[in-house]
């Protein structure tokens, strides 16, 4: 016995918290691809070379980067709520003020702010949105993951339309849809528990000592070297409105988010992800090179950038689970390790190609970035025996099933088949055991508890929804009012990866 089946429970009935969550989630996401779309406006408006305007990216990727390495620890000290709110709440300020600036340099401060608050909010979306969602784990994964693409997707289209009115146009959108958001996840998200034991704040670099981390790690910084050179370089050659940009990098938006939730875990799954990264990177290598030998023909590049949305979306969903796949840590903390490198690189990238550009012309950053792909390749070759083995022993475990259960009370002597519940962390599952004892009594069978504990793995960000600790917690709670009943029980946790 289980929850109720029959028609699969839609992941789109959610409580009040998740949606607003949610909601905040495409705004955020949005920020990808906003500022895109009015790079050429802005260097044109404050008078500011390319290489300046590049650096919006660089101060808001950096700090996510530094702030991802500390944002575990703030929330495990802190509550997910309130991170959630002060990183919304920073977000609002700094990206109104990012519009009300004359100055590049200001533009540049206030985006740092921004992404401060970018790495409080991302770093706790998927684990609240988990925690509040009725209707199945699998469901809040399926909402996160539509709130992911939706905002790739849409925020360079909202930054083109809003750009075009004014360059302003985007910062203040981004300040009150994020006001919105804010109100909405203080009126409707509870809050959620701490962790019995906080975060160490020096975790994710101690993480990157393990070599198989620090190589993923080292691959996923090159991969956003090249990927972040193109995005904050790519609209300059193509010589469009911030209207036309926008559409542009919608379309290469649609692509990403629809190779990463879509076609990736297939090629992972019939492939391998080793041998789907390596064919990945050559692509955007290649696509990259075009880019850089097409500098002068708009409609090359613009081609070329679309194409590239396909290759990046498979990229980012495999990179991450390559991380996971190979490190030894606890998921929350390897994702917040690698989070730091992969920004590091992202970072980086915009700064070093606006040098290259003011020194050379536009296309030498482009190469350095077709460089990086494939550089990407031999890094990535270097832990291939240990992704290789992750990923077979991953799949060991995915097949077999007895392994992943660990027995919670002492057992029950009887010859009567006993009655089984299985139940997650969620608000139904006293009641789901109570109806399940009311039949175990009625037959005079034992009934054994089975709690499922899950972990997620999505982009950037892994969750676990529960401690091994917490888990045994909610078991025994059962045990304990079954015995106070005279119901003779048992429990199992069911541990597994959705």
């Known amino acids: 016995m289980s929850t109720p089946h029959g028609a699969a429970a839609s992941p789109f009935k959610q409580p009040k918290a998740v949606w607003a969550v949610a909601f905040a989630c495409v705004i955020s996401f949005m920020g990808i691809g906003l500022v895109d779309p009015i790079l050429p406006a802005l260097a044109e408006s404050l008078h500011a070379t390319p290489s300046q305007v590049s650096l919006l990216f660089s101060s808001y990727l950096i700090v996510t980067a530094v702030a991802m390495l500390f944002v575990g620890w703030f929330s495990s000290r802190f509550g997910a709520k309130r991170t959630l709110v002060i990183g919304l709440a920073v977000i609002v300020v700094f990206a109104a003020l990012a519009g009300t600036t004359d100055s590049i340099n200001g533009i540049v401060g206030f985006r740092a702010g921004w992404g401060l608050g970018n790495a409080l909010f991302i770093a706790t979306s998927l684990a609240v949105i988990v925690a509040s969602a009725s209707g199945g784990f699998a469901g809040a994964i399926i909402l996160y993951e539509t709130a992911l693409g939706l905002g790739i997707a849409v925020g360079p289209l909202l930054g083109g339309e809003l750009g075009a009115i004014s360059w302003r146009g985007p910062f203040f959108g981004v300040a009150v849809l994020m006001a919105i958001a804010l109100v909405a996840t203080l009126v409707f998200v509870p809050s959620l528990p701490k962790p019995k034991r906080p975060t160490s704040p020096i975790a994710p670099l101690k993480a990157l ?6 190589t993923m790690g080292i691959m996923a910084l090159l991969y956003n070297w090249g990927f972040f050179t193109m995005l904050g370089y790519a609209p300059y050659p193509m010589k469009l ?9 919608t379309c290469w938006g649609l692509l990403v988010a629809a190779f990463s939730v879509f076609f990736a875990p297939r090629l992972q799954a019939r492939y391998g992800t080793a041998p789907v990264l390596y064919a990945n990177l050559l692509g955007l290598g290649i696509v990259m090179a075009v880019i850089a030998a097409g500098v002068a023909t708009p409609t090359t590049v613009i081609v070329a950038v679309i194409v590239s949305g396909a290759f990046i979306g498979i990229n980012n969903t495999l990179t991450t689970q390559a991380v996971m796949l190979v490190s ?3 998921r929350p903390v390897a994702s917040s390790a690698y989070g730091f490198l992969r920004f590091i690189g992202g970072g980086l990238a915009p700064y070093v190609a606006g040098k290259l550009a003011d020194a050379t012309d536009l296309s030498v950053p482009f190469y350095v970035g077709a460089a990086t792909f494939l550089l990407a390749i031999p890094v990535l070759a270097s832990g291939h025996r ?29 010859d009567v088949p006993p009655v089984i519940v299985a139940v997650g962390d969620h608000d139904r599952a006293d009641a789901i055991v109570a109806a399940a004892a009311r039949i175990a009594r009625d037959t005079g069978s034992p009934l054994e508890v089975v709690h499922v504990q899950q972990t997620a793995v999505v982009e950037e960000q892994a969750v676990d929804v529960e401690s091994a600790g917490q888990a045994k917690a909610a078991v025994t709670a059962h045990l304990d009012r079954l015995a106070a009943e005279g119901v003779a029980a048992t429990g199992q946790i069911l541990s597994s990866v959705g």
Do not use: N
């Not at 077999?400 to 660990?406: A, D, G, K």
């Open 386 to 414: 240990l992704l290789r083995q992750a990923e077979q022993h991953s799949g060991e475990a995915a097949e077999t099933v007895e392994p992943s259960l660990t027995a919670v009370g002492a057992a029950v002597p009887t």
């Open 241 to 249: 409105s911030a209207h036309q940009l926008g559409l542009v990098f």
């Open 328 to 330: 030894p840590v606890e």
């Open 209 to 214: 000592r393990h070599r198989g981390l620090l």
